[in-house]
């Protein structure tokens, strides 16, 4: 064997030889170590990929956690889309018409940091949006946020107009906008919201402070239709009141008018109108006189329809009953202050003729013989004193001297002294005819059983018999001819207050009212009616209620009467009259 090749024999033992220095070689050992050796490198390798992947998931499942659990950004004025796109209750009146309803529509919206030049997107948009704050868009287009609103609520032909403009970095973001179809009809009891659909006045606010905002804060709220929210107006006898109080407006050239229809029984309001008002659908152009709510929100001094109270506070006393007589021959001089008649008659009169001839000097020894703790607590009773509760947020404060005193008193018998809303002066005058209950108004429907629950007793039901009595003979011998409806027996009394210019009471502005009920036999409704500032008819010189609140009261009833129900009677047993032609 050549030396060449004893070379490669001893290498190749070497190779396979793994044992200790003076072992045999075993080649089954060789092979077996280097298996071991690749098994541990790969399980490394393994063990390293699985450690690398669990580091990876970690730090996405942390950063998740993170952004979870951190408060969303608030850029510029936008709100999340889930709560753009939420959804508001319909408000329908009692026999199912809307009154307000959401509709779909976009916004437009920029994203300045994709603006390459703010003149041309203004040019652009003006040719759209014709009435473009340009000052204040080039602000938005060159400020430094990433998101500013354009123009909330667009109509479909806007929307598809600009878009057909092409301009880069604006963009249209899904709203809901509310509507509301029967426009200024029913403003002030249904109210209105917010560019971003959230309730500002009337029962749309109402709706948002029974937990709806709340709702809407912390984004629980869906975008899926809810159930509509039914309230307790007609809108039919709305129709009717709102046109009759805005032609009585325009006719004695008045500063207001309002009407209140009103169930005696259940306290739910059928009609609530207060004029001037305003277009919900578009509010800012009703400006401060329009969204002046007077009938609730609005205090008046309410002149003679305050003789009821203290008349009905008279026999309820016990100091008088109907056969009772005052003398009303001279004037009352108290403080300074002479207390007289506007039409006296000079004589001793009776409970019937004080309330019929509206006589001061009879009222205010009514008065004078219950005393002015029990004159007081009386109009407690009834709501006259102290703030209304019901549904509409819109509800003033009445006013009252802070120490009563007899001149007080005596003044505040014939309405002048206290100051209340026209709603509070309805809602007692229910408590007058319906048999004494006190019973706090509603804008959602109430059944008579659940009024009756929390009704509260402040008269005998004698006494409100005899005041269903004494408003019929108003309405048939006295200031409530004018509101008398054929067939529906309509009693009432009128109130004529001059108001307060400067300190002192002007004899040429008056704030004029009519309380009224029918049928008068059972009655169940109450309407009243009022006017501020009338002018007679050649436009100079005050007109008295009786010839401005009471024809209204009239025409509201003469056209709303059937829808609400009311049968007319005729004859002197109440039957129809049977006519041959």
Request: with cysteine.
């Amino acid at each position: 064997m050549s030396f060449l090749s004893r070379i490669m024999v001893l290498k190749s033992r070497a190779h396979f030889n793994t044992g200790g220095r003076g072992s045999a070689p075993s080649a089954g050992a060789s092979f077996q170590g280097t298996r071991k050796k690749k098994s541990a490198q790969a399980k490394n390798r393994v063990g390293l990929l699985i450690a690398g992947f669990t580091v990876f998931y970690c730090v996405i499942g942390g950063r998740l956690v993170q952004y979870g659990m951190a408060e969303p950004l608030t850029t510029s004025s936008i709100l999340p889309p889930d709560r753009l796109l939420a959804s508001r209750p319909d408000l329908v009146d009692r026999n199912g018409e809307v009154l307000a309803t959401d509709i779909r529509t976009v916004s437009l919206f920029a994203e300045p940091h994709k603006i390459v030049d703010a003149d041309e997107v203004i040019e652009k948009l003006s040719t759209v949006l014709h009435d473009l704050d340009v000052k204040g868009t080039y602000s938005k287009l060159k400020s430094n946020s990433r998101f500013q609103w354009l123009r909330r609520q667009l109509t479909p032909k806007q929307q598809s107009q600009i878009l057909a403009l092409g301009i880069p970095g604006i963009g249209f973001r899904p709203e809901k906008r509310r509507f509301y179809p029967g426009g200024p009809t029913a403003a002030h009891v249904v109210g209105y919201v917010n560019i971003d659909n959230r309730g500002v006045a009337g029962m749309e606010r109402y709706v948002d402070n029974q937990g709806l905002a709340d709702l809407a804060a912390v984004g629980m709220t869906s975008s899926q239709p809810l159930e509509p929210v039914k309230l307790s107006i007609d809108v039919r006898v709305q129709a009717i009141v709102r046109e009759v109080v805005t032609t009585a407006i325009q006719k004695f050239q008045a500063l207001g008018a309002g009407g209140v229809v009103m169930d005696a029984h259940t306290g739910e309001i059928l009609a609530m109108v207060s004029v001037p008002d305003f277009d919900p659908n578009n509010p800012a152009e009703g400006g401060e006189e329009g969204w002046l709510n007077r009938m609730s929100n609005g205090t008046f001094e309410m002149g003679s329809t305050f003789k009821s109270f203290t008349v009905a506070m008279g026999l309820d006393d016990g100091k008088m009953n109907l056969q009772s007589t005052f003398d009303a021959r001279f004037p009352i001089r108290i403080g300074g202050f002479t207390i007289k008649d506007f039409h006296g008659k000079g004589r001793v009169l009776s409970v019937p003729e004080i309330f019929q001839y509206s006589s001061n000097i009879g009222t205010a020894k009514i008065a004078d013989a219950v005393g002015i703790e029990g004159h007081k607590a009386f109009l407690e009773k009834l709501g006259l004193l102290t703030k209304m509760k019901t549904e509409l947020p819109e509800v003033a404060q009445p006013s009252q001297p802070r120490t009563w005193k007899k001149i007080n008193s005596i003044t505040i018998s014939f309405g002048h002294g206290v100051s209340t809303t026209p709603l509070q002066t309805a809602v007692a005058g229910a408590a007058l005819l319906n048999g004494g209950k006190y019973i706090p108004p509603t804008f959602l429907p109430r059944s008579r059983e659940e009024a009756d629950q929390i009704a509260t007793q402040v008269l005998k039901p004698t006494t409100s018999r005899d005041m269903r009595f004494l408003f019929e003979w108003n309405g048939v011998n006295g200031s409530g001819r004018n509101a008398r409806v054929p067939g529906f027996n309509v009693g009432g009394k009128t109130g004529t207050a001059d108001k307060v210019v400067n300190g002192r009471y002007a004899h040429d502005k008056n704030f004029n009212a009519f309380l009224a009920g029918f049928p008068m036999d059972n009655p169940r409704y109450v309407v009243l009616t009022f006017i501020d500032e009338p002018k007679t008819d050649k436009g100079n010189g005050a007109a008295l209620a009786g010839t401005s609140a009471a024809p209204m009261v009239k025409d509201i009833i003469s056209r709303s009467a059937a829808i609400l129900g009311v049968k007319p009677k005729f004859g002197k047993d109440g039957s129809a009259l049977l006519v041959s032609y």
